[in-house]
């Protein structure tokens, strides 16, 4: 599949890093070495890509383009919501994601499928100082272990039968600073979008195989894999732009492709998420784009990667690229990372020293050379707010 130019200047299509970019390794086990080769996307008979695989499913196509219930007229109207417009809305977009105990363990971990991922259906926007050139790819290099004390870790989840996993982040909760049950992550690793709902047995696993245990094709109990245990969802809020009009391949909904989750950790006990990892990083909203150096950090699964190692992508000051000129561009960094990176955090350093949480992995090249995730601006900061009151 040729790359698509982008405005004329900017080229390696931006396909879904998995509409989900699920995924971890190969069905043969949490410990299983590389992940395989892509699995050939569906075509159309002129040979286009079109449609994206979720956990073995495909997503809904031929869908009303309108948008869902209880959202505003325009995207712009969204600005203004407040405390009682997100509950609202929240109401009739309810996440149902009952404990089912000891349901997660290294098997189902393991064979999580999958995606086929696909490229954007949508052009990027005309010329109009939305997009940049690509950036130079940079090589992933490996986070030192111990992994206990970073905010990252796997999330885990369930889809018609198939399941699969992102990357995400312990961010600071606002209203109960230094006992935070926050995690951040990409609207695609939560929810298929458009037409679609929900994903089930949505949960969190922090410093996921912080040990080395499942390394090197070998497998490894529960407790090792999830050495600060496995933290159920409770209360998911993805941004509304993704549940109306997200799907399977990347386009101007991917400007929105992020979600918030509040978890409890399935054993009980009285510590929070942030109190068991001994992190959480601050959501800095409205980052001045020209003065940040980004990192992402995820767990890539598909080869040179295994899905069971994380690694981080210091890429520098970020390019844009945008689907949509209405919206705000995307954040654009070189990066070689694979499919399961989706969901991980983007780290910068504010003024203060703090490191702190600047966007997530949503979409990458097929040739795997640039990765690219939300701006997070007002409507991030809503949700946030809301879940932090909620």
């Given at each position: 599949?040729?790359?698509?130019?982008?405005?004329?200047?900017?080229?390696?299509?931006?396909?879904?890093?998995?509409?989900?970019?699920?995924?971890?390794?190969?069905?043969?086990?949490?410990?299983?070495?590389?992940?395989?080769?892509?699995?050939?996307?569906?075509?159309?008979?002129?040979?286009?890509?079109?449609?994206?695989?979720?956990?073995?499913?495909?997503?809904?196509?031929?869908?009303?383009?309108?948008?869902?219930?209880?959202?505003?007229?325009?995207?712009?109207?969204?600005?203004?919501?407040?405390?009682?417009?997100?509950?609202?809305?929240?109401?009739?977009?309810?996440?149902?994601?009952?404990?089912?105990?000891?349901?997660?363990?290294?098997?189902?971990?393991?064979?999580?499928?999958?995606?086929?991922?696909?490229?954007?259906?949508?052009?990027?926007?005309?010329?109009?100082?939305?997009?940049?050139?690509?950036?130079?790819?940079?090589?992933?290099?490996?986070?030192?272990?111990?992994?206990?004390?970073?905010?990252?870790?796997?999330?885990?989840?369930?889809?018609?039968?198939?399941?699969?996993?992102?990357?995400?982040?312990?961010?600071?909760?606002?209203?109960?600073?230094?006992?935070?049950?926050?995690?951040?992550?990409?609207?695609?690793?939560?929810?298929?979008?458009?037409?679609?709902?929900?994903?089930?047995?949505?949960?969190?696993?922090?410093?996921?195989?912080?040990?080395?245990?499942?390394?090197?094709?070998?497998?490894?109990?529960?407790?090792?894999?999830?050495?600060?245990?496995?933290?159920?969802?409770?209360?998911?809020?993805?941004?509304?732009?993704?549940?109306?009009?997200?799907?399977?391949?990347?386009?101007?909904?991917?400007?929105?492709?992020?979600?918030?989750?509040?978890?409890?950790?399935?054993?009980?006990?009285?510590?929070?998420?942030?109190?068991?990892?001994?992190?959480?990083?601050?959501?800095?909203?409205?980052?001045?784009?020209?003065?940040l150096s980004v990192s992402a950090w995820g767990y890539?699964?598909?080869?040179?990667?295994?899905?069971?190692?994380?690694?981080?992508?210091?890429?520098?000051?970020?390019?844009?690229?945008?689907?949509?000129?209405?919206?705000?561009?995307?954040?654009?960094?070189?990066?070689?990372?694979?499919?399961?990176?989706?969901?991980?955090?983007?780290?910068?350093?504010?003024?203060?020293?703090?490191?702190?949480?600047?966007?997530?992995?949503?979409?990458?090249?097929?040739?795997?050379?640039?990765?690219?995730?939300?701006?997070?601006?007002?409507?991030?900061?809503?949700?946030?707010?809301?879940?932090?009151?909620?």
């Amino acid at each position: 599949m040729s790359p698509i130019r982008r405005s004329g200047r900017r080229r390696g299509a931006a396909a879904a890093l998995a509409a989900a970019a699920l995924l971890t390794v190969s069905a043969c086990g949490p410990g299983a070495a590389g992940g395989g080769a892509q699995p050939p996307p569906a075509t159309a008979s002129n040979g286009a890509l079109i449609s994206g695989v979720i956990g073995g499913v495909t997503l809904p196509t031929g869908l009303p383009t309108g948008l869902l219930d209880g959202l505003p007229k325009s995207w712009d109207d969204l600005k203004k919501w407040k405390f009682e417009d997100w509950d609202s809305w929240a109401s009739q977009h309810v996440f149902n994601n009952p404990v089912v105990k000891d349901f997660w363990n290294p098997d189902k971990m393991g064979d999580s499928k999958p995606a086929d991922p696909a490229p954007p259906t949508a052009a990027p926007a005309a010329d109009s100082g939305a997009n940049d050139p690509e950036p130079a790819v940079v090589k992933a290099a490996p986070v030192a272990r111990p992994y206990t004390g970073q905010p990252s870790g796997k999330v885990f989840f369930s889809a018609d039968g198939g399941r699969g996993n992102c990357s995400a982040t312990v961010i600071a909760d606002p209203a109960h600073p230094g006992k935070s049950n926050l995690v951040w992550t990409a609207g695609h690793c939560v929810h298929q979008g458009k037409g679609g709902t929900f994903f089930k047995d949505l949960v969190f696993v922090p410093a996921y195989n912080d040990s080395g245990a499942s390394s090197s094709g070998r497998k490894a109990p529960l407790d090792k894999l999830a050495p600060l245990g496995t933290w159920w969802a409770d209360k998911v809020v993805p941004s509304p732009q993704w549940t109306a009009e997200g799907g399977g391949t990347g386009d101007s909904a991917s400007q929105y492709d992020f979600a918030i989750m509040r978890v409890h950790n399935q054993n009980g006990g009285g510590r929070s998420l942030e109190e068991t990892v001994g992190s959480a990083v601050p959501v800095w909203f409205d980052a001045p784009r020209d003065a940040l150096s980004v990192s992402a950090w995820g767990y890539p699964l598909y080869k040179p990667f295994d899905g069971q190692e994380l690694y981080r992508c210091d890429g520098g000051r970020p390019s844009r690229l945008s689907f949509d000129a209405g919206r705000p561009s995307m954040l654009t960094i070189g990066c070689d990372m694979t499919q399961g990176s989706s969901g991980g955090g983007w780290f910068a350093t504010m003024p203060d020293g703090r490191r702190a949480l600047v966007s997530n992995t949503s979409i990458g090249t097929i040739e795997h050379t640039s990765l690219s995730g939300p701006y997070l601006e007002s409507t991030a900061k809503q949700a946030l707010d809301y879940i932090s009151k909620k």
